[in-house]
Nanobody
Framework: QVQLVESGGGLVQPGGSLRLSCAAS????????MGWYRQAPGKQREWVTS???????NTADSVKGRFTISMDNARNMVFLQMNSLKPEDTAVYYC??????????????WGQGTQVTVSS
């Protein structure tokens, strides 16, 4: 099992910045990638950005150039730096980890989520 705990959400004005953190613990070996998803009220959860343990990143077009994901392997943490925030970025942000089992099956693990609200 992998436990993920997010922190850093809150209320910010449009144009502002926030930095989310996610700490991974438990059976973290064989984690292949980590990422962030978000879910706005009344909408489905959507992928935002991800990073492999090798450092390769991918980011959704909707946040590209504004959001940056990074990983601290030594501390088993992943971060999401969010700049130039817009009201449409308002959502619950979830940390995700993908782990490869010995069988070759991949499993997803999720944090409890942290609320980000962009409003004046």
């Amino acid at each position: 099992q992998v436990q993920l705990v997010e922190s850093g959400g809150g209320l910010v004005q449009p144009g502002g910045s926030l930095r989310l953190s996610c700490a991974a613990s438990g059976s973290i070996f064989s984690i292949t990638a980590m990422g962030w998803y978000r879910q706005a009220p009344g909408k489905q959860r959507e992928w935002v950005t991800s990073i492999t343990t090798g450092g390769s990143t991918n980011t959704a077009d909707s946040v590209k150039g504004r959001f940056t994901i990074s990983m601290d392997n030594a501390r088993n943490m992943v971060f999401l730096q969010m700049n130039s925030l817009k009201p449409e970025d308002t959502a619950v942000y979830y940390c995700n980890a993908v782990k490869r089992a010995d069988s070759g099956t991949y499993y997803d693990y999720w944090g409890q989520g942290t609320q980000v609200t962009v409003s004046s």
